[in-house]
Each structure stands twice: as C-alpha cells, then as structure tokens.
C-alpha cells in the first residue's frame, strides 16, 4: 500500500493557478514542483540536436510502444537516434501513469504532493445511469481517464532484439514491489531489488543473473533515485528514474541505461541459434501434458493466434512456423515487438522465400499485435537510417537486419490481421526502398 501527504479531497480545485488538473504526486520531494505543472519547464530541442538525434516532443513510437506512456499527452522532450554505444534509443521525459484504488497508489512506496480522487466506478451516480440496464460506466477512452495518478519521470529505452528470447522482466526497489510474488534479485547480483518475470523459466532466470553479473547489476545498484525501474522485453531495455531530469543528469541515464542493455544483450545472445534465412527453423519441442484447465487457459491466451498463423498459412500457400524457434534462429530482426505468428514460404507474388511476421508489443501495448514481412535483402540495398524508414504511401516501415530486409506496419490490429493488404503493402515498400530481392 502506497503512502503520501497531503491527498486532495473531492471537489478540491486542483488546476487553479494553472497547475496540473488530474491526479498527481512525486516518487521524490525534489520533484514536487514537477508534478504541480505536469510538464516539464524547460525544451530539450537543443540538447537533441547537438547530439544528432531527432527532435519529437509529444509523440509515441511504434518502435518503442511497450515501453512508452499509452498517451502522447503523457511524453515530453521525446528524441530518438543514435546513442553514444550507436544502439538506436529513446530519450523522453513522461507522465509515468500509476493505478490508484481507495486507498491510494496500489504501487507501495513513498509519494510527496500527493493529489488523488478515487472514483468509484459503481457509485449511486452511475447505478442510476446504467444499473437498470445490468452494465456499468465505462471508463472514457481517452487521456487521464480512469482510477490513476501521474507522475513526473524519465525514461531511457533502448532497442535490444535479443532481448525476445526471454520473459518480460520487470524490476524495481524492494520497496515498491510485494514480498511476496516477486523474485529477490540479491542473490542474482542486484540486491536491494525485485523482479517479476525471473522465474518464468530456467533460461530466463540463468540469462538474468549472467546479465546482472556482466554489468547491469552494477549499473542498477549505481542509481541513486528515490525511484527506478527497470523493464526488458518485447526488443528493448528501459530504464525509468523519478524527476523530470535536466540535461547535465540525462547523460548519467543514459549511461547506465546502455550498461544495462550491453549486459542483457551479451547474455540474451546466448541463447540465439542462428540460421540461413530460406530455411525452415526446428519445429517446437513439445511440452508437458496440459489438463483440460491448463488447455483452456492456453487458449484464452493465445486469443486466436495459432488458428488465426493456421488460415493465413493455408490461403497463402505457406507453413507455420514455431515463433520462438524464430527468434532464436533470427535474434537480430528489427521489427519491434515479440514473434506472436509466423507463416513461411514463397510469399504470394515474389519469386523467393519469405515470411509473414505478427509480433506483440506487450506492457502499455496491450492485447494488439503489428504485422511485418521479412524477405531477403537486396545485394545493392542502400544503407538505412538508423530506426528504419517510413514510406507514408504505404504506412510501412522498413530496415535492414544484416541479410534480412525487415517491413512492419505502422499500426496495430487486433481481430481482422489483413495479412493480404500487409503483403501487398510490404512489396510496395520494398519496391520504394530498393532494400530486398523479391
């Protein structure tokens, strides 16, 4: 259970004098004048240009989707490029979104400027409105919305595809994670920290200790915030501090946050078997006989991929292949977001082996899943920026992976995948950007 001082009562004007109107607090008394304007004070324009990266502001990535805020209206300062180890990344300062019940943050730890109302979904209010009807208010599908809190911080993310081939870690203070549900990473080499997503399997747990003794470890145990947070997964490795942080800070984060991802990508590695692109990769190894409940869970989850790999291999004229031996065979792929689906085989209208590629982006991704082809590049490709190209014509993207040309779509789907229109879309692309031999 989180505490905090001086919580708003309901009714009080929270945006008089121009201060910020929703839900508020600070990881940090330092921070507290950050959270009453709900914005940074100053622009990091300059600082993007003197290094080379591109300016955004208040935008959201597709490349970095499971690590940033669900809203635009959450980021600030948003640039990304080049970093100083050359590893493409994403420097923003955000509104790091926080869920609340009665009772406060549900997120334990201290809080400063505390300025919260918790509202309750089932109130007389809304029985009268929808409790005839059997249904309940829903919450508006918009920003600050819902039962959270916001709160000033910056992140680092950095693209590591390595990172795929083991289960979402997220890590923060013993403080701020339970007891109980969680793994100690004291004896891992981070102690003072705890973890989900560690035991999720053997290799993820052996890959997390070897990456935390390489390095990462360190690098966390260095942080001197009253706030941090640590994710890896779906591609990328982020590291979140509380504070708007001023330019002279930045660099530190952005130091240990590459630390971090040079570790994670080291050890992550290992568990890649790399292979020649137009072959098949192994089939699954089979698993441990499910009950009827363990069977139902897993179809609840998988939310009709499998059938969905199934339709598109048969129309196609392709074969499914086993999404982990994928990424195990292909750790260097650009394409954001962890292989959910994979159909390989000549593609429809091409002369050459191909694939078609569906990734989940998980965390602030949800349920969402981006559609991509993979085909062999070009001998005469011309070199990609760095983050890949756009072609607004087609909505794509496209990059090169060593011999692979990578093309995803810049939008989500969740139902209908349209795998023939991401096709037809994909040779477009590929044909504007001369990067892949079809």
């Not at 609340?100 to 549900?106: A, C, E, K, P, T």
């Not at 059938?307 to 086993?322: C, F, N, S, T, Y």
Request: with cysteine.
């Amino acid at each position: 259970m989180a505490f905090g001082f001086g919580r708003k009562k309901e009714g009080e004007d929270a945006g008089a004098g121009g201060k910020f109107r929703h839900n508020r607090a600070a990881y940090a008394r330092e921070d507290v004048d950050d959270s009453k304007r709900g914005r940074p004070s100053v622009s990091l324009q300059s600082y993007a240009t003197l290094r080379g990266m591109r300016f955004r502001d208040s935008i959201r990535l597709g490349a970095f989707m499971s690590a940033s805020p669900i809203w635009k209206e959450y980021v600030f300062n948003a640039m990304d490029g080049a970093l100083p180890s050359g590893r493409y990344g994403l420097i923003e300062h955000e509104l790091d979104e926080q869920a609340l019940d009665q009772d406060g943050f549900q997120q334990a730890g201290g809080y400063y400027s505390v300025r919260t109302t918790w509202r309750n979904p089932d109130d007389w209010k809304a029985f009268l409105t929808y409790g005839a009807l059997g249904g309940q208010k829903e919450v508006p599908n918009e920003p600050f919305a819902g039962n959270s809190g916001w709160l000033p911080a910056t992140a680092v993310s950095i693209r590591v595809p390595q990172t795929r081939l083991i289960a979402p870690l997220d890590v923060r203070r013993k403080g701020n994670f339970p007891r109980f549900g969680v793994r100690d990473l004291g004896e891992l080499g981070a102690p003072g920290f705890r973890a989900t997503g560690v035991d999720k399997d053997a290799a993820s747990e052996a890959t997390v200790g070897e990456a935390l003794g390489a390095g990462a470890g360190a690098a966390l145990g260095e942080c001197p915030y009253p706030y941090v947070r640590l994710e890896v997964g779906y591609g990328l490795v982020t590291l979140r501090r509380n504070g708007f942080a001023p330019e002279e800070e930045i660099k530190t984060l952005v130091d240990r946050a590459e630390r971090i991802a040079e570790a994670f990508a080291g050890a992550c590695g290992r568990l890649a078997r790399p292979q020649a692109f137009d072959l098949p990769v192994p089939p699954a190894e089979p698993g441990p006989e499910l009950s009827r409940k363990q069977r139902a869970l897993a179809e609840i989850a998988d939310m009709g991929i499998s059938q969905a790999a199934e339709r598109i291999a048969a129309e196609m004229g392709l074969e499914v292949e086993d999404p982990a031996r994928f990424q195990q065979a292909f750790p260097d792929v650009v394409m954001p977001g962890t292989a959910r689906l994979v159909c390989r085989g000549t593609l429809p209208g091409t002369a050459v082996i191909g694939r078609i590629v569906y990734t989940a982006q998980g965390r602030r991704a949800g349920s969402t899943i981006r559609g991509g082809v993979l085909l062999p590049a070009a001998s005469s490709a011309p070199k990609m920026p760095l983050g890949g190209e756009p072609v607004e014509a087609t909505n794509m993207y496209g990059d090169l992976a060593g011999d692979i040309a990578v093309f995803w779509d810049r939008g989500r789907v969740s139902g209908q995948l349209g795998a023939v229109d991401l096709l037809r879309r994909a040779l477009a692309t590929a044909a504007e950007l001369r990067i892949a031999s079809t």
